[in-house]
């Protein structure tokens, strides 16, 4: 057995060209052995480890074997093989192949760049693709996160991994699964592919193509994208989120769902503060919330909705409507439009500020503002109140039916208003017929308080309390300019039929067009596939051209789920199976 100390360059080399080529041992025992002609052993010695250089990197180990006549390395023992200052690698087993510049190494594998930290039991690396990869699962750790996966893939130039296959990052924060993830170490950025989740203890987001920052904690997803805030979810075509301000927001095709209190909320913007309990949508905003069997849709410019889900507040400002549909298809739907509307779900009160009307059955109320009350046990309609210049008008084949006065209180029963009271200077100007619908007279009357019976929404019956001047008079007597209370305004034109009419005489938004996240580049498979001389692996080598295969279950998405279509110029749809 012969023992050299090496302290330079081989002299094996032949020429000064083959220097640049050759692995180069730089220090070490020497020892040769018979039963390995082709092996060159260098074990470490009392200076340190076998240390190896060749083209820009540098290999430390316990021991090695030296392949001079395949330019080939095997190392054991702590070994260490770094690329300039941006690559390292520690592992109990390495191989290198000095001809093709590929490495492997097993056992505690450690691959370090300046911001992360990925640990593996079995590592490929590329010195000229310059990547690096793992199929046998991985962890990869950062500043801010730990990342999991069964495959990996490291791009050094980009300084970026691509994760596939049961990928997870856990962060004190959160939790994110994936089914693809390109992760950049310089910024923290994630981009996911696939059905993906990020779950906290207070919010859970669900996309399929999104963009996280794991050092920032904010994201964008455009594809299938929602976020649940436990009692709210949000939907949209895009969706911002920032987890640190506990805020999302949502473009185009948005609906927000109140599972609490069995409701939900539609329009093309809309902004979430989970700790502020508080929903601000807009453009072509409608709020819907089902009331017994009844649903009650409100509409306005901008729609914000606050407070916990026991005591939730809803406020539209401008242009306001609502519409309260009926189970029953032989009762009159009720519904109104205002500037504002303001609705207490707790209180069960419903309020219409500045010029509202209200219609319920064939009435028309007007007044400063009009307060609905509804039962909160059971949600149906209770009780009406119109504040200062009440005025209601009914239609009548002869003309209009009026009623006036400063306020107005009505009372309803099954959704139908049975009773109204007109207080203070209560006026009255109302066509008499008998039980055969004939008329009687113009009943023109002045009281300080009035009460009306209604039956299937329509008036039967007055009674005048301290009645002051007037009386039925014979329809001549009364020209047609003084059949109408001063004061008077037939607004029927504003009245909705239906749902849909909450939108009537209002444009269409125009919706932006989402920028989107592009899909993962195509990326070559990591192994070339070849036959095994063209491979030139090493006799000496663990591997073999079986283990040079890419299988299927390796390969990264490349067009992950199928597209929605482009929901751009798609109309509302407000059809109740929807909510």
Known sequence: MLILLITGAL?????????????????????????LPDAFIYTKDTEGQVYIIHQGIQMWCNQAYVYLKDNFVKAYGEVKIKQGDTISMQSNYAEYNGNTQFAFASGAVI????????????????????????????????????????????????KNYQFNNQVKIKNPKYTINSQQLDFYSQTGASYLYGPSTIVSDSS?????????????????FVKNSKVDYQSRTLYGDSIYFDRNKSFASATNNIKVIDTTNQSIVRGHYAEVYRQKDSVFITKRAVAVSLQERDSVYIHADTLQITGKPNNRILKGFYKARFFKQSSNPEQIPTSGTCDSIFVNQKKGITKLIDRPVLWTGENQMTGDTIHLINNTRTQQLDTLKVFNNAFLIQKDSLGYNQVKGKRLTGLFTDNELDTINIDQNAQVIYFARNDDDELIGINNTVSSAIQMYMENQEIEGIRFIKKGTGKIYPLSKIPPEARILSGFQWRGQERLQNKEAIFDGKQAPVLPKIKGIPLPKFQEAFFDEKNQDSLRIPQASKLNAEVFKNRPQDTPLQQPLKEKPNSKGQKDNLKPNNF
């Open 204 to 220: 859970t987001v669900y996309c399929e193509r999104g963009f996280y920052n794991t050092r920032e904690d904010t994201g964008y």
């Open 111 to 158: 691959f370090e760049e300046p911001k992360t930290t990925l640990k593996t039991d079995t590592l490929y690396f590329d010195r000229i693709k310059q990547e690096a990869y793992y199929r046998s699962g991985g962890t990869v750790t950062d500043t801010a996160s730990t990342l999991n996966s069964r495959i990996g893939r490291y791009f050094a130039t980009s």
């Open 11 to 35: 002299e094996a080399q032949p020429n000064q060209q083959a220097e640049k080529t050759k692995v180069d041992i730089q220090s070490g025992y020497l020892e040769r052995k018979p039963e």
